[in-house]
């Protein structure tokens, strides 16, 4: 596809509202054999469904089950598939490590070795933040400050979850992650995916800082050692002002859904402590940006629980937050999440994510009168690719102009 | 696009089937004005839409009538316009030709000419089978083992329908059809369709062949002549098993069917006289195979004959054999077709095709209760490209990894 969207854009003071209720999306399960948004009350989410247009959204691609860096790269308007973004990475910018390019960037999970050298908790207990916090002092002050001439910083995420980043010149993402995906084995020693000579090189220098950070670690009761995960080179992307030209604010509690935001230029606001209280912060904010995402990460949490009446009732949290939302008199409001999360399958998955648009100035209603999967499979927007869902905020917030004469 | 889905592939010993009624898919015609999909009783057709997932497919696009070739690519998840296989081609590895890269294929029909040498019969009468062996072997016997370097096989398909392969260097597919699709006419010289030096080499040859080919046959009551279709070079194609890591298994009774199940790495296997013993077929090949391709034809022979009743009488010969199917404890189930052929069309059409899929672990059930060209429209599924079926089949046979972090 060769349309350049952002020859299209014209800015106004429109302003357009993403609520990306993560993992949303299920299939039958629970005592009525219902999905959660079926079973779940949700008068609120029904009524914009009746006032809106509903359809079904593959994130990346019929069957796919995505990662939440595709699913809400496809959610912002980003081809999935085009732009990859690893793991390490999104850590990285969810602590509000300030990326440069050609900076890698790991996901580190403390965990617990047994005399024999073997993994017994690939968690380390889920140590508090507090004990994370700690154990990263003494990994820095113990450490060098380079290896290699690669310069090393270790940061905190949360619990048993820190990141690694190192710049220097020439590093490599070809590396394969050292977490064995299991226990009673041990973690696995760094090795290259390609040949290449910054491969060998990176994989030298990770060799060398876990060797030290197993030694200065040796004495701790239950993080004493590290599993890396997802190495990725930092790539800088298009932002949304460049793409779309919107002011973008992102409030969202997770480092995850942080740093994705941030990865396409949103503003990273201040957080409240539930759904209500981050609607709150948009009506704050209303003047200054255009453009919001507000993040709901407990659709998801609940279902990767299994946990199938939980998932319901966060969804009625979700229907009850949507007065205030209204409150604030936006232009175009998309609820939706980014994968489906089945409590029947404690995992992401690749079903269509129900979505529905919602924006009185310009919808075509098509007569779906409840959000959630079956009621949304007969909806106007069909079956489309996630991508497509943020021109068509777009449009109906009528920041587009006519494509060719 | 740059996912590869080949780096998401894990193995696992659930089965998948696909069976496919050719054709299947139609518009509304006969007593009651509907389609032979809504007017057949087919109880347990609509059983596994009850329990799965329905919608309409496209094999190759909106608005495109596929041949047998793309459609069967479509459903093999191979992007029909990216992987162009000729009719020769699929003609000649129906009969079990073994196919060497660079061979031209070609479908050769044994024709009638009248005296003027205008065709009277494209198909010489439909000549048994056992008389089209007779002429080959004649022809082998009087004819040069090679013309200008390119040596010449010739086989029997079936009925009036014959394989012509030129094994040589530099040949060209971009040879014209010889058959003018007319009688009255006559045959049409060999022609090419570009002006490079091979296509010219190409065209001498076939020339030359057919000039010979008319001499030796000339004493022939009805087939005195042969008319050449779908001239098409050998490219290997991406195996299901490299693509998919499936070991898959095609019960197909007809060569062309065979033939594309070949070119996609399929194991032909053994087939039965009548559906209910193709299904006892795979029953009895069960632990050899992860994938298997079940071709039923008639779904398709009886639209093109125009046979309403007939057609609804090969739906309902479809339909009492999914019992036998469901028996074998699939995983995963797919009932489509490569297209639609409307017996009030004749012909293969451009409608988009009905679609069920069928995954009692996984599956989000839709609300529709019967499988028909309309209710599927209102299924799940929506309305998609073909060559995704087969990655949702093997989403839900848990065979796909999660895409990305």
Not at 293 to 309: L, N, Q, R, S
């Amino acid at each position: 596809m060769s349309l350049d969207l952002s020859t299209l854009v014209q800015k106004n003071d429109k302003r357009i509202v993403f609520l990306i209720a993560d993992g949303i999306g299920s299939i039958q399960s629970g005592p009525n054999s219902l999905t959660e948004l079926q079973q779940a009350r949700t008068p609120n989410l029904d009524q914009l469904a009746a006032e809106g247009e509903c359809g079904l959204l593959d994130p990346v691609m019929p069957g796919i089950t995505p990662g939440s860096g595709p699913g809400h790269l496809g959610l912002f308007g980003y081809e999935p598939t085009e732009f990859i973004i690893g793991r390490g990475l999104l850590s990285a910018l969810g602590v509000g490590f300030p990326l440069k390019d050609g900076d890698l960037a790991a996901r580190l999970n403390f965990a617990t070795l047994d005399k024999q050298g073997n993994v017994v908790d690939r968690r380390a207990g889920r140590i508090p933040t507090e004990e994370n916090e700690r154990i990263i002092a003494k990994l820095v002050a113990k450490l060098p400050k380079a290896i290699d001439g690669a310069k090393i910083v270790l940061q905190t995420e949360a619990e048993h979850r820190a990141v690694l980043v190192l710049r220097g010149k020439g590093l490599s993402q070809s590396l394969a992650d050292t977490d064995p995906q299991a226990t009673g084995v041990p973690p696995l020693d760094p090795k290259g995916l390609d040949a290449k000579t910054g491969t060998k090189k990176t994989v030298a220098i990770v060799k060398k800082l876990l060797s030290q950070i197993r030694k200065i670690l040796a004495d701790e009761p239950k993080a004493n050692f590290v599993l890396a995960r997802g190495f990725a080179l930092h790539t800088e992307l298009p932002s949304m002002a460049e793409r779309y030209g919107l002011t973008a604010g992102a409030i969202a509690n997770y480092p995850m859904y942080r740093g994705v935001a941030s990865l396409v230029g949103m503003t990273l606001l201040e957080t409240g402590n539930n759904l209500l209280e981050n609607i709150a912060v948009a009506g704050k904010r209303w003047q200054e940006y255009d453009f919001f995402f507000i993040h709901f990460k407990y659709t998801d949490k609940t279902g990767e629980d299994g946990d199938y009446e939980a998932k319901v009732k966060r969804i009625e949290e979700l229907d009850a937050a949507i007065p205030a939302l209204r409150a604030l008199k936006p232009d175009v409001v998309v609820v939706t999440g980014d994968h489906s999360t089945p409590s029947k399958l404690k995992a992401h998955s690749w079903h269509p994510v129900p979505a529905l648009l919602w924006a009185p100035a310009t919808i075509r209603r098509d007569g779906v009168t409840e959000f959630n999967e079956v009621a949304c499979a007969a909806g106007g927007m069909g079956r489309l690719p996630m991508k497509y869902l943020m021109q068509m905020a777009l449009a109906h917030a009528d920041k587009l102009m006519k494509f060719g004469a």
